[in-house]
């Protein structure tokens, strides 16, 4: 799960310094390959293929709640459900692949969307949980990018008995009392840069933002600061969670959506359909909710 955030953070630290320069959205373009070649993975990827066939195959991160991880050797949570309610609209049976983040976005994208890994795996359907940005849209043609159906930002869980005067933690507020950090996340790089290195004294770093959420819950930090929707599904009793102002942090949240290879529109047109409807009906509100999260309605 590590990986995950981290190429989130890359992706989005990066979207942020294309966002301050003086380009039109894509000005600065440089046209990418477009592979024609399809292997034989490829083959039958369209949608009348996977209507016949009768399935679909849906990548998701591995290791990764409350979104998508194993309980009992089965894919659970909220993107796995997500995923069963596109291939319901489909008509057609989810195969869901818990498959591992590579060293960036774009890695992730290459692996499991348009060409394949360079060894041990394929190409699949359609890849869960993807950052969407206009600008980087554009940058990595290989992909559509569609179905937008949350999000995602940055927040702050604490415990209410370290801070029993009802005033929630802010990042200054790290300068005095301890704050646990998935290692290598968006939220490590924020407060480990926050301004003259004031609160990396007070950082505590976990392997997995679930890791750092048991801390909090021992006592062993006053707050955690990670993912939303992570905290508010970690959140054990006691825990409070909010969503601050954060000073100098570029960009705090994001959209989630899906990603499909740029040979198969039909498919993207499809997915976002049945995102749509979900978001329409209050289903995908309703994934949120069973997992302890709150939904936040996307940018469409």
């Keep these: 799960m590590r990986n995950v955030l981290r190429n989130t953070a890359f992706g989005l630290v990066a979207l942020a310094c294309l966002s301050g320069q003086a380009f039109a959205r894509c000005e ?17 990827q369209d949608l009348d ?56 976005l774009e890695a992730d994208l290459r692996n499991w969307v348009w060409k394949g890994p360079v060894t041990g795996g394929r190409v699949a359907n359609v890849m869960m949980h993807i950052p969407y940005d206009s600008s980087f849209a554009c940058r990595v043609e290989q992909v559509v990018f569609t179905g937008q159906y949350a999000t995602e930002g940055i927040a702050i ?29 968006i939220s490590d790089f924020y407060l480990t840069a926050f301004p003259g290195g004031q609160l990396s004294g007070n950082m505590r770093r976990y392997p997995a933002t679930q890791d750092a959420m048991a801390a909090l819950a021992a006592g062993e930090v006053k707050a955690v600061m990670g993912p939303r929707t992570q905290l508010e599904a970690g959140a054990a009793a006691g825990i409070k969670v909010h969503q601050p102002p954060l000073p100098g942090f570029s960009v705090g949240k994001w959209t989630l959506g899906t990603a499909v290879n740029f040979r198969y529109r039909a498919l993207g ?29 996307p940018e469409r």
Excluded: C, H, M
């Design 269 to 297: 047109y499809a997915v976002d359909d049945a995102i749509f409807a979900a978001l329409d009906d209050g289903r995908i509100a309703a994934i949120y909710a069973k997992y302890g999260a709150t939904w936040q309605a």
């Design 49 to 104: 293929q996977i209507t016949e066939r009768g399935w679909i195959d849906i990548a998701l991160f591995e290791d990764f709640p409350p979104y998508s991880y194993l309980e009992g050797g089965k894919p659970v949570g909220i993107d796995v459900e997500i995923g069963a309610l596109i291939a319901d609209a489909l008509g057609v049976e989810p195969k869901f692949r818990l498959v591992a983040a590579g060293e960036n």
């Design 28 to 44: 600065d373009y440089v046209p990418q390959p477009k592979p024609q070649n399809a292997s034989r993975d490829i083959v039958g």
């Design 157 to 185: 869980a604490y415990s209410e008995a370290a801070y029993p005067d009802g005033e929630a933690p802010v990042p200054a507020y790290f300068r005095f009392d301890t704050v646990g950090v998935e290692n290598d996340s």
